[in-house]
Nanobody
C-alpha cells in the first residue's frame, strides 16, 4: 500500500490542523494505521493509532485530549485532527500502516508515507 500524507503547515500556538493520509490499494480497511512524528534532532515518536476496525484509537500522553485519529475506509483515508497546537508539536508527521498490529512501536509498521511538516509558532 502507498501512503500520501498532507495537511501540514505553519500555524500559531492554539490553532488547529487536520492531517490526512490517503492510501492506495483495495486493502486499506485491513490495515491498522498510525501517526508518528519526528522533530529535528529527535527520534521518531508515536502520536496516535487506530485499528483496522476503527473506533476511538489511542494516543501518546503528550497529545491526549488535543488530537483525534479517525479513518474513513470508504475513502481509504486516515485523519489526525490536531487542536490546541503547541510549539512542541512542531515536527514532520508521518502516517504508517501495519498489517498485523495496532502498535505504538514504529518498527512494526510495514508502510510509511512521505511526511508532512507541521510548524507551530508562538
Amino acid at each position: 500500500v502507498q501512503l500520501q500524507a498532507s495537511g501540514g503547515g505553519l500555524v500559531q500556538a492554539g490553532d488547529s490542523l487536520r492531517l490526512s493520509c490517503a492510501a492506495s490499494g483495495r486493502t486499506f480497511s485491513s490495515y491498522n494505521m498510525g501517526w508518528f512524528r519526528q522533530a529535528p534532532g529527535k527520534e521518531r515518536e508515536f502520536v496516535a493509532a487506530i485499528s483496522w476496525r476503527g473506533g476511538s484509537g489511542y494516543y501518546a500522553d503528550s497529545v491526549t485530549g488535543r488530537f483525534t485519529i479517525s479513518r474513513d475506509n470508504a475513502k481509504n483515508t486516515v485523519y489526525l485532527a490536531m487542536n490546541s497546537l503547541k510549539r512542541e508539536d512542531t515536527a514532520v508527521y508521518y502516517c504508517a500502516a501495519d498489517s498485523k498490529y495496532s502498535s505504538r512501536n514504529y518498527q512494526t509498521y510495514d508502510y510509511w508515507g512521505q511526511g508532512t511538516q507541521v510548524t507551530v509558532s508562538s
